[in-house]
């Protein structure tokens, strides 16, 4: 009998960072359980980790290099095997080719969703000259990043509430789906008294678990309820005044234009009764100091997303908790690296891509996007292939379907002059335009960027060798930047010398990390944590008190969007459609369309060719509720056609109360039912964002006369 041996290693499944730890049995190369890692700081196991083999061992997956034989547009693409020497001799003629005739910028570089193939993208992307990278953080969670920016000076996203925390403000997260090893400490926090405010038009399973006070909006006005909120705290003087006067700008704007939000306005624009937006006013200002879970990006999938955040991100900063112990903290001594494990030395992001800049090519569109970002915003891809600024790609983990209005994206990468995607399976709504497709190595076969907790991190090996002739994205990468001349650059496809370049700037090298085993190494801090930094200078590159933003303080009006022509203070605008904003409009399509909460069983696109998930959400369904079921003669299952001004899909009809009557939701992600043909295309003019949270739509029994 063959010995079992085990390994450490951790789960991609919704391809977020950090990631959960496992534990794997292994007979040979073969892994044959997992389980959950032990003295891990991320887990346990969700079902879809649970379910990793089933996506390591699939029958489907993507194994060798694969070209089309077909002209693009061919019901067929005829896909056959060829050597990875093929592939690469291709690619470096095509890319060579590109950049001889239109140059090296018209090249596009794109990651999706997953994460770790990023900073190794970056880099060839930059060493081929091109400053066209960008990643899906240009709809994912950027947005609210760059509100802080604007707002703070710095970057946060809110974090875990402390033994020091009164109440927590979940501001639209639905950790029990998205992160669902977070629930139990908050439930442990809240037997401690702490108090949670969750805002969300949806009963969520962390509503349910979790809140003192839910908060339940109309999609898309997020804004007017921070606005009415910042109001009432003002009024009933439950705000910080001291903090406001000394450490933000613009505080007299703010409290006139907030006068505008009533009760009344508020209940009228977003539907929360104003009893409730009191109590949770009380709420925050009685069990200080607050601290917040700030949106992923439900929040900023909106035409006005960026300052709705931003009305959030005022309200904050009005409690004073900023930087406070318990409040909302900035860690005083982050280790050099992003949260993917490169660092702009790495990425080339520090000395190739200020050389490039001026050739990026969403500067006109979104210039304060561009200010703030090295990725460049890709939501207009079809106009950049339209205009003829990308005439080929490179595209890692990439999913047609994730835009709004997909056929647009797949046609603009289907008239590219040459498009290769490396992915772990074929995907036909993407891989079908394309002209080569890639096998990746999953994440338990590649060496990997290491994994940061705080000051602690992990170097990531593989468990197994990659099945087929599959490759780790870093090494298609670094392989490619060989191929079109650039071996150097890329230590000649040698990872280990590419994360000890990296892990130079924390003073540590592969083998230290190997050493620490699956322990982990911990980098000791410079000095202690300390908090209000803005009192001593610690947030800013000049050392003086205060935040790093134009007038060194929090900018409720913001200087920068005055200096672009956006309006200072957190201005609230109604969705582009909606019932207030198109009442015509509503009455033909009634409904509101919410699209893209996330279920549990599956991320976006990934994960449906997987059994024992599969039979939890056996297909795409409209959460409707009963009233709005009722009215249309519409009972459980029943086959249904949602439809917007935008285009229709059919599904099965889910009654239940858990949404709001007057607004569906949809989950996004399905092939057969893909909610983005019916999205439209509004974008933040800010930001960039698409408007996946707002919109009108009805819904009909399938079959009827529309
Ligand atoms: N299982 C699983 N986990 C995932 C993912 C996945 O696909 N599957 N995706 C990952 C990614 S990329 C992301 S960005 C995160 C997202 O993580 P989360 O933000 O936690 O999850 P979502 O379900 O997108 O959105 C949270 C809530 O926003 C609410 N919501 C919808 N519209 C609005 C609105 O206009 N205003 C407000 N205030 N709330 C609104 C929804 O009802 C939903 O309950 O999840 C990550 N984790
Ligand atoms: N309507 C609507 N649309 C949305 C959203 C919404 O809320 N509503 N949310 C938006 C958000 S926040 C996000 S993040 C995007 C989702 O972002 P997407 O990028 O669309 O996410 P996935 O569907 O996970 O697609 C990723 C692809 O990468 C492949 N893949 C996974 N891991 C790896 C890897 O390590 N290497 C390689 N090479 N390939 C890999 C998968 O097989 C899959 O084909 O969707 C956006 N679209
Ligand atoms: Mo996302």
Request: proline share 8%; hydrophobic share 40%.
């Amino acid at each position: 009998m063959e010995a079992q041996r085990v390994a450490y290693g951790y789960c991609d499944m919704c391809n977020q960072v950090p990631k959960c730890g496992m534990k794997l049995h292994l007979k040979g190369d073969r892994i044959v359980r997992v389980e959950d890692r032990e003295n891990y700081p991320a887990g346990p196991l969700c079902v879809k980790g649970l379910a990793i083999l089933e996506e390591q061992y699939h029958p489907d997956r993507l194994l060798y290099p694969l070209k089309r034989t077909t002209p693009k547009g061919s019901p067929d693409p005829g896909w056959t095997r060829i050597s990875w020497d093929e592939a690469y001799a291709t690619i470096a003629a095509k890319l060579n080719a590109v950049k001889a005739k239109y140059g090296p910028e018209k090249v596009g570089f794109f990651v999706g969703d997953p994460k770790e193939p990023r900073p190794a993208v970056q880099r060839l992307a930059y060493t081929f000259g091109s400053p066209n990278y960008g990643t899906e953080s240009s709809l994912c969670s950027r947005a609210t990043v760059m509100a802080s920016q604007l707002t703070f000076g710095l970057v946060t996203g809110g974090g875990r509430p402390t033994k020091e925390t009164g109440t927590c403000l979940i501001w639209t997260r639905n950790l029990a789906n998205t992160a669902p090893f977070e629930m139990e400490r908050l439930q442990r926090a809240k037997k401690q008294g702490l108090k949670l405010v969750v805002v969300d038009p949806r009963i969520t399973a962390t509503v349910q678990q979790v809140a003192d006070l839910h908060l339940r909006l109309r999609p898309g006005t997020d804004g007017a309820l921070a606005l009415g909120m910042i109001r009432l705290m003002v009024k009933e003087g439950l705000f910080d005044r001291d903090f406001a006067s000394r450490w933000t700008s613009g505080l007299p704007e703010l409290i006139k234009y907030a006068e505008e939000f009533t009760p009344e306005e508020v209940e009228r624009i977003t539907g929360v009764p104003p009893q409730r937006v009191a109590e949770a006013v009380r709420l925050l200002a009685a069990h200080r100091p607050v601290s917040w879970i700030g949106s992923a990006s439900a929040t900023v999938h909106s035409s006005n997303g960026l300052q709705n955040h931003r009305a959030i991100l005022c309200l904050m900063a009005l409690t004073g908790d900023f930087d406070v112990p318990g409040g909302l903290t900035i860690p005083t001594h982050p280790l050099p690296l992003d949260m993917f494990g490169g660092n702009a030395e790495f990425t080339r992001e520090r000395d190739l891509f200020p050389k490039l800049r001026e050739k990026r090519i969403d500067k006109d569109r979104f210039p304060v996007w561009a200010r703030f970002n090295s990725e460049i915003q890709m939501n207009p891809l079809p106009e950049y292939v339209e205009e003829g600024r990308i005439k080929a790609m490179v595209l890692f983990g990439a999913n047609a379907m994730m835009w709004p209005q997909s056929a647009l994206y797949q046609e603009a990468i289907g008239k590219l002059e040459f498009a290769v995607a490396a992915d772990y399976f074929l995907r036909p709504w993407t891989h079908d335009f394309v002209d080569m497709v890639l096998p990746a190595a999953m994440a338990l076969e590649r060496m990997n960027p290491i994994a940061i907790f705080g000051r602690k991190i992990y170097l990531r090996e593989p468990v197994v060798p990659p099945l087929g002739e599959a490759k780790p994205d870093w090494v298609i990468a670094f392989e490619m930047g060989s191929h079109l001349g650039h071996g150097k650059e890329f230590w000649d496809g040698d990872e280990t010398q590419a994360l000890n370049s990296i892990l130079r700037s924390v003073g540590l090298t592969v083998e230290d990390l190997r050493k620490g085993g699956a322990e982990g190494v911990t980098v000791p801090a410079p000095g202690p944590e300390v908090f209000r930094k803005y009192e001593t200078g610690l947030l800013r590159a000049d050392g003086k008190p205060g935040f790093a933003t134009p007038s060194g303080k929090v900018e409720l009006a913001s200087q920068i969007l005055k200096e672009y022509g956006f309006d200072p203070l957190p201005r609230y605008r109604e969705p582009v459609e909606s019932p207030l904003s198109t009442p015509e409009l509503a009455r033909e399509f009634p409904l509101v369309l919410n699209s893209g909460a996330r279920v549990l069983m599956f991320t976006h696109s990934k994960l449906r060719e997987l059994p024992s998930l599969r039979k939890l959400m056996p297909f795409a369904v409209v959460n409707l509720h009963p009233d709005d079921a009722s009215a249309q003669g519409i009972r459980q299952n029943d086959e249904v056609d949602l439809e917007s001004p935008h285009g229709r899909i059919r599904l099965k009809a889910n009654i239940t109360d858990q949404v709001l009557a007057g607004v569906v939701d949809v989950s996004h992600g399905w092939a057969d039912a893909n909610v983005n043909e019916i999205v439209g295309r509004y974008f933040d003019p800010i930001s960039g964002f698409p408007a996946f949270k707002e919109g009108l739509c009805r819904v009909r029994k399938a079959g009827g006369s529309s």
